[in-house]
């Protein structure tokens, strides 16, 4: 489902976010990636998003080799992703629930539907009775499940969350994972980065990078 063949990506001659990275993860698993701050953990992310390109090596996703999109390809991979990166803050000027209809809205759906859905969206991360709240007054933790809902309303196959228990209390943080690992259950592929130890301790899979480098679970 998700394939990296011998990824390198340089930003610059000497900003050398990836080396030589292959790994492979299965339709359906849950797969969490561990590694210090500069490893190239987003860039991982923004690769399987299309948002950054490789400089030599392929991404497949569902075997589509991602480095052939065009431009209007792009659209068509994004559908199949949730996306909880770190630079995509919800919208403060809007209510949890029209952040979490913007999706739908801008793919042509009804209002009506829209709001249907999102409302289910936000049911499924325990969010729905703040649909009226705007963002700033949530919390971190309830903010990143706003982000998590917002991200399955289009129903994705596959669920990219990097680093969304940073900066969380322990019981915020099992929250946002129990919503996470909640979506994996019912077949959504999962991707999550973690410097959380004990997330990392009882996983079942955990690819470690390093300076752009696996050092391990890539199999
Ligand atoms: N747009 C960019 N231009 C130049 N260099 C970049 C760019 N994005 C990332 N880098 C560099 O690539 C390397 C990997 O960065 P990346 O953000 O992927 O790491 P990370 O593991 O996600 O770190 P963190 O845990 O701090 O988020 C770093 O050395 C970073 O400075």
Redesign the pocket.
Known sequence: MIEFQSVS?H??AD????RDVSLSIAKGELAYLA????????????MIAAI?RPTSGKVLVNGQDIGKLGHAGVPFLRRKLGLVL?DQRLLTDRTVLANTMLPLLVTGAPRREAEQRARAALEKVGMLERAKAMPLELSGGEQQRVAIARAIVNRPQIILA??PTANLDRASADKVLDALRAFNAVGVTCLI?T?DEQVLQSARRVIH?EN?QLVGGAA
């Open positions: 990506k930003y610059s900003a050398v976010a990836l590694g210090p701050s500069g490893a190239g953990k987003s860039t991982l992310f923004k950054e770190q990097d680093e980065s410097h990078i752009g």
